[in-house]
Nanobody
Framework: QAQLVESGGGSVQTGGSLRLSCVASERTFSSRVMGWFRQAPGKEREFVAAISWSGGTTKYADSVKGRFTISGSKDQNTVYLQMNSLKPEDTAVYYC??????????????????WGQGTQVTVSS
């Protein structure tokens, strides 16, 4: 079974930046869409951003548009999330996930197949 490993989380002050990375462990892992979700304490897991390897289409949650950028390489099964102008409300555990069956980007976490263990991002004011 494919495994996803995230890294790059940490603690920053408001306005700071972080870059999250996620790599799939299996070379034969065939993801069609890779995305990032986040979950703050007491809240549901929410969509942040995703990239479709078909044409390189990207999609962002309104709350992160203009501040976060998703990128990656299908050949390397790797996806990144560059987070700039961070705000305290961005504080959450960030998860990498893959949708192996879909062609279009979906934002419902229940439709994603594999998940990483999560990495904590804390933004202080």
């Amino acid at each position: 079974q494919a495994q996803l490993v995230e890294s790059g989380g940490g603690s920053v002050q408001t306005g700071g930046s972080l870059r999250l990375s996620c790599v799939a462990s299996e070379r034969t892992f065939s993801s069609r869409v890779m995305g990032w979700f986040r979950q703050a304490p007491g809240k549901e897991r929410e969509f942040v951003a995703a990239i479709s390897w078909s044409g390189g289409t990207t999609k962002y949650a309104d709350s992160v548009k203009g501040r976060f950028t998703i990128s990656g390489s299908k050949d390397q099964n790797t996806v990144y999330l560059q987070m700039n102008s961070l705000k305290p409300e961005d504080t959450a555990v960030y998860y990498c996930a893959t949708d192996n069956g879909g062609t279009f980007i979906v934002t419902n976490p229940r439709l994603y197949d594999y998940w990483g263990q999560g990495t904590q991002v804390t933004v202080s004011s």
